[in-house]
């Protein structure tokens, strides 16, 4: 594997990367993402940047039992015990076709149409992938798209190359998550218009917006900063930095519609003695975390 790589920055020197695209409202029109959330907290869980070619000969070694060019590069039983389900992870078995995922080490197991499989994706910063291997059939798909539909595109493609390859009947999924994707859509709209419709008009921050800056900090998360810019407050977190609209009262909220920017919403909060000394967050749909301010 050698074009894989652990940061973005060595992705980009490389020369020879994809670039990652979002719509930006309802006419489709793709535009180029700039945002970058990972960070290297992920770890594991997300900082690799590989290649088609790289991941081929991954799979490979996966597929034999860890034997690569006829050598043993994984042990056969690391191997083995990655295939372990420990808990289910799909308790509602939406479509017939399917069972019901049991996660073990790393990968869902399940059976398609008869045939047991080992499944996991990847999504980080408008990249997507899907993963699927067919132990007993030494088979593998992988799939990876570079826009943000394709966290339900991958799914899709992936069950009409495994029906095609093996002469199964037909399945209309595309239809399927078509609709799916267009559930979502609305669900999410009606999230946002909820929120939206709890704002409490005409109302004022408490204290005159330089008392709102500052960093603050979280034993979690890091450090967060809050900057006064010609009368209007700016967050600065990791490597997002946009500007803040007053929402009401105390809370403040990113403008993120039309852009690849998360959107977050701060509530700041007073000590007994009535000072801005730290703010409340939920973080990527994380529970709520406070911030203190230093």
Known sequence: ??????????????????????????????????????????????????????????????????????KQVIAARAIKETMVPNIIA????????????LYAMGRFVQTYKGYKIATHTGSVDGYYSSLTFLPALKLGVFIILNG???????????????????????TPWSQRYLADYKTFLDLDKRATDSINATQVK????????SSYAG???????????????????????????AS???????????????TDLPEFRLNFLMNNKGVIDSLSISLFGDPVEVFVKK
């Open 1 to 70: 594997m050698k074009s894989s790589v652990f940061n973005t920055d060595d992705m980009k020197k490389s020369g020879n990367y994809s670039i990652a695209y979002f719509e930006k409202d309802s006419t489709r029109k793709l535009l180029p993402r700039k945002h970058e959330g990972r960070t290297d907290v992920l770890g594991a869980a997300g900082i690799i940047e590989s290649s088609v070619e790289d991941m081929s000969h991954w799979m490979i070694a996966q597929l034999n039992d860890g034997m690569y060019l006829g």
């Open 90 to 101: 799909d308790k509602e078995g939406k479509y017939d076709e399917l069972s019901n995922a």
């Open 148 to 170: 943000e539909a394709g966290g339900f595109i991958r799914t899709v493609m992936t069950f009409p190359v495994i029906d095609r390859l093996l002469a199964l009947s037909n």
């Open 202 to 209: 005409d109302t004022n921050p408490s204290h005159p917006l």
């Open 215 to 241: 960093t603050y900090t979280s034993s979690i998360y890091g450090s967060m900063k809050i900057e006064l810019v010609n009368d209007t407050l700016m967050i600065s977190f990791r490597k997002v930095q």
């Open 244 to 258: 803040l609209s007053h929402f009401h009262y105390d809370r403040f909220v990113t403008k993120a519609a039309g």
